[in-house]
């Protein structure tokens, strides 16, 4: 992860919180307390003006070198214009992880098994459901957050990311700290992959129990006695890990639930699903804090009031209150050591 996009507003807070701000948690201190403000901002009002701003981002990047000619994407006879745009953006296949539950605006597409493929970098978020006519993205403006594009899977000299508005009714709410955002859950799901409402957690970060994480979403890797909800589809395999825990962890095999060639690696990789789910809460911590800046230097003219918000971001920021990883977690691709090698 880096940091070049964030706005000056935003790094001035982070630089004067770091300061102050102690990297342990105070005694008694509980992790709910550091996830930061989530009632809804007025992004949609004339201090930020969500949707009528022009976007700025990964996927905004990509269209002005497709449109001048100096970005070309192949279009693949079996998965469009995805391996072509996860390279324009380098976006690694490494990170790909498989969802299950039917979460999606294209949830009727979605099924134990026909998961979708998510993938991200730094700053991008790439959707692939198999057989769908659209890819999906979510770029990372600095000051609006998360912005949301279609791609049409249809062969064209010039492919063309469309914004749509549509997705922040789900991705701007308290669960994404009251800005458009990225979403995280885990929830028990039937064998169809519809969702029991009343299992799910309502958001997955690096604070959430391991025991708790990925419900409704495939995991390969190992992670040694290590429980978790991924891989479970239905009553009867929850039923059953009661019974004999971990008896679908420590897997790097998806083809017994469905068809892995249908998609670019056969892996939902357990590294790649941890690191998002820091990354994801992380990023609307620091749209959060732009809009809550924005609107501070426009109404009083300094951000005097935003030192707590800006401590309970470096608190996140530095891992304050994660939950114990009990032993060795491992990938099932080489997603850890290409993500290392980025650097900060």
Known sequence: MNF????????????????????????????????????????????????????????????RRIDDGTAQIEFHPRFGYLPGILRELGVSTNSQMLVFSKTSFQRERISPHAPRAVFYGDNVYVGYVVGSPLLEFTSVDPRLGGVFYTLEQNSKAKPRFVRTDACVECHASGKTMGVPGHLVRSFATDESGVVDLTTGTSLVNHRTPFEE????????????????RGNLIGKEAFDRQEKEPNYLGNITDLSRFFDVGNYLTPYSDVVALMVMEHQTHMHNFLTRLQYEATISLQMYGHVNYLKTASEAFLRYLLFTEEAPIKGPVSGATRFAETFAAQGP
């Open 4 to 63: 070049s996009g964030t706005p000056p507003a935003v790094c001035s807070l982070m630089l004067a919180a770091l300061v102050s701000v102690p990297v342990w948690a105070p005694a008694g201190a509980r992790a709910d307390d550091y996830q930061g403000a989530t009632h809804m901002m007025p992004f949609e009002e004339d201090t930020i003006h969500y949707n009528k701003t022009p976007a700025e981002g990964a996927v905004p990047r990509l269209q």
């Open 213 to 228: 994480r990925w419900g409704g979403w495939y995991v390969t890797g190992r992670h040694g006695s290590q429980i978790h």
